[in-house]
């Protein structure tokens, strides 16, 4: 459990941004200017005094840090898991993200594939949404000044705040969009409806990762390397230096560091690639990497958990809120509807819900390892084997496989001993095959109704550095780095040095570290894997399979196998997310390729 302080911070920080501020900008941007009832809201209102901008500052967290996030009752970060063949999606709920990309023929610009269920315009982005958000923190930054009771120190730090937190949101765009219109401040509240009044066009791909370093470093110049108990969950200087490390580590990866895109743009090709390989963007991504190490470590006090109890390190860097690993999280609490106060949106009941949905597929059972460091093997299609030899497996595998996944029949390990983790408290009626269903983020969670979701986690830097020293050909430096996060799940070090070996055991690392922490998705995009049509996105998406190719059952399973339960769709314009037609249709937006 976090500390009174602490809980004071989060509680102060989402309470006041309400979930009502997803439905409308309208009642969202009355509920950011924070005025009394009756009121009418204005910028002088709310930067009239500290108490009042600091509502204004946790609304802009809440909506800038919530990319990606399902904000309305569900844990929703298995959406790219889903996308990315790592999982099943939610088959009962046709017009799902999910559902709609895997066997609908991906996103397009002129459907409901970019929304998440039927609340529409935020699903695995919603790029308009982007914008509302991006304003909200150009309206701090811009007025801050105003408050009269706030040094000018604790000023100073606000704006390099909202910098970040905009940065944060052009990283995010940045990869899954390409170029997009670089905003540099607030806009009036009526062109959110028409953008095209902006009269901003696409930036170049170059240009806006030029504009995120730039926000960074001016940002990590000002922030503090760690804040009070009382406001954790606030950007620090090792924050904006992860945002900075991963939009070049982006950049750096060939779907952009090409002078050949993925597909023709004609004129408009550096909007969609560099335009020319870049051997110097891996140098200045590892250098970015390292130094998010170097304060993290040093002045951040923050560090790789490793006690020598592999299952327990990777439970704690991953569950435990405000653990010493985690660089930034969303701690999210809205008002409870049922007037209990504050709660935090992902809960466990929620959770084991959304969980049957979300069950492991065999390409991504397949990149855990053994205990031993061995590959695991798994029956082939049409295989049947004993259920007791798929308990034996699954009891051989790697700690963080027991610690991401409940098997079939199986207690949690990662909540040893409490009926409550057993496979039979939450066995619902949704998916029942595959590998098992999702208990990650939970480590010895018990009864607590909450979690952190993690958006940087230290690990992810060492990951980094490892890949971009691999690229730059030193192998010695990367199996350094990557052998970090690999022993400390209790494997044995990595000693291959052949760089395209070594190069498929990093990508291998970061889907086993990171799965359900939004990377794997876009990671395969970039890296543009060439397995990404071969049953990983595209084509036969396996599962295991229960008595005689069925479902697995709360007991009494009798064999298992492996089947083909889907076809997923691939096409390479799915190598960049395609913006809204309303928006290209405006004439001030130009389509990504193959839209």
Request: net charge negative; hydrophobic share 35%; glycine share 8%.
């Amino acid at each position: 459990m976090t500390n009174n302080k602490e809980q004071r911070w989060y509680k102060r920080l989402f309470a006041t941004a309400g979930i009502a501020c997803v439905i409308s900008f309208a009642s969202c941007e009355k509920e950011f200017l924070q005025v009394p009832p009756g009121g009418s809201p204005t910028i002088d209102s709310v930067f009239n005094r500290s108490s009042n901008a600091y509502n204004a500052i946790a609304s802009a967290y809440f909506s800038c840090l919530r990319q990606g996030l399902n904000y309305t009752g569900y844990y929703s970060p298995s959406t790219d898991d889903q996308l990315a063949g790592s999982q099943a999606f939610w088959v009962q709920i046709p017009g799902s993200v999910a559902a709609v990309s895997i066997l609908g023929g991906g996103f397009t610009p002129n459907s409901n594939s970019q929304d998440m269920g039927s609340n529409g315009g935020y699903g695995n982005d919603g790029y308009t949404d982007n914008f509302q958000c991006i304003r909200k923190a150009y309206l701090v930054k811009e007025n801050i000044d105003k408050v009269p009771d706030m040094s000018d120190a604790d000023k100073a730090i606000v704006k390099a705040e909202m910098q970040a937190l905009v940065a944060y949101r052009y990283t995010q765009m940045f990869i899954m969009y390409g170029g997009v219109p670089l905003v540099p401040e607030s806009f009036p509240l009526s062109s959110l409806n028409d953008l095209a009044s902006l009269a901003i066009p696409r930036a170049t791909v170059r240009e806006v990762l030029d504009a995120i370093v730039r926000w960074c470093d001016e940002s990590a110049s000002v922030l503090p390397s760690q804040w009070p108990g009382n406001s954790l969950g606030r950007m620090t200087k090792s924050a904006a230096l992860a945002i900075k490390a991963k939009a070049l580590m982006y950049a750096a990866r060939p779907l952009f560091n090409s002078s050949t895109p993925y597909l023709d743009l004609g004129a408009n090709n550096q909007m969609i690639c560099l335009g020319s390989y870049d051997a110097n963007l891996w140098d200045r991504a590892l250098a970015a990497s390292e130094a998010v190490i170097t304060e993290a470590e040093g002045p951040g006090g923050l560090g790789i958990i490793d006690t020598g109890n592999p299952l327990a390190d990777y439970g704690t860097a991953t569950s435990t809120p405000s653990n010493r690993e985690v660089i930034l999280a969303f701690k999210q609490q809205v008002s409870s509807t049922g007037g209990q106060g504050p709660y935090n949106i992902f809960n466990v009941t929620n959770y084991h819900y959304q969980a049957n949905g979300a069950v492991l597929a065999s390409s991504m059972l397949e990149n855990y390892y053994k205990a031993d460091g061995t590959n695991q093997t798994w029956p082939g299609i049409g295989q049947t084997e004993p259920f007791s030899s798929y308990t034996t497996k699954f009891l051989d595998m790697e700690p963080r496989l027991q610690a991401d996944w409940n098997g079939w029949e199986m207690q949690a390990a990662n909540n040893p001993g409490d009926p409550n983790w057993h496979m039979t408290a939450h066995y619902k009626d949704v998916n029942h095959f595959g590998a098992g269903q999702p208990t990650k983020f939970w480590y010895l969670a018990g009864s607590r109704q909450w979690f952190d979701f993690p958006i940087f986690r230290l690990a992810a830097y060492y990951l980094s550095s490892a890949e971009a020293y691999n690229e730059k050909g030193q192998p010695s430096l990367a199996l350094n780095r990557l052998n970090k996060i690999h022993e400390r799940a209790g494997l044995p070090p990595v000693t291959e040095t052949d760089q395209a070996k070594l190069r498929a055991i990093i990508h291998r690392e970061w889907a086993i570290e990171f799965i359900q922490e939004k990377y794997r998705f876009n990671d395969l995009k970039h890296w543009k894997d060439p397995n990404i049509n071969n049953g990983i996105i595209g084509g036969p998406i396996r599962f295991l399979a229960f008595n005689n190719g069925g479902d697995a059952l709360p007991t009494g399973n009798t064999n298992f196998t492996t089947i083909v339960r889907y076809d997923g769709f691939w096409h390479p314009r799915q190598f960049l997310n395609p913006f809204p037609q309303g928006e290209v249709n405006k004439g001030y937006l130009i389509q990504n390729p193959g839209y």
